[in-house]
């Protein structure tokens, strides 16, 4: 089955940097777009960058354009996200998430998520 294994969450303090890996599994990863979210308490979760099977094109949410960097590992089944420049709004929990088709259709899949804290 799908598994997405995130790493890397932490405290950092506000201008640091951390790097977020997600680890795959059960699916052929380089078909498939990969995404990062956030989500924080009493808010939805929101989509921070986004890339695409063949890494042509990446996205990113206006919150974090110039400071986060995504890329994707198709032999090693992993995606990264590196994160710059922190600041305390970016703390939150942060998931990897794709949609794959199965049987049934396509399916979404998150991972279990990592704590990013951003704080002196």
């Known amino acids: 089955q799908v598994q997405l294994v995130e790493s890397g969450g932490g405290l950092v303090q506000p201008g640091g940097s951390l790097r977020l890996s997600c680890a795959a599994s059960?699916?052929?990863?380089?078909?498939?777009?990969m995404n990062w979210y956030r989500q924080t308490p009493g808010k939805e979760r929101e989509l921070v960058a986004s890339?695409?099977?063949?890494?042509?094109?990446?996205k990113y949410a206006d919150a974090v354009k110039g400071r986060f960097t995504i890329s994707r590992d198709n032999a090693k089944n992993t995606v990264t996200l590196q994160m710059n420049s922190l600041k305390p709004e970016d703390t939150a929990v942060y998931f990897c998430?794709?949609?794959?088709?199965?049987?049934?259709?396509?399916?979404?899949?998150w991972g279990q998520g990592t704590l990013v804290t951003v704080s002196s």
């Open positions: 890339i695409t099977s063949n890494s042509l094109s990446r």
């Open positions: 998430n794709t949609a794959v088709i199965e049987y049934h259709g396509w399916q979404t899949h």
């Open positions: 059960g699916f052929t990863f380089s078909d498939y777009t």
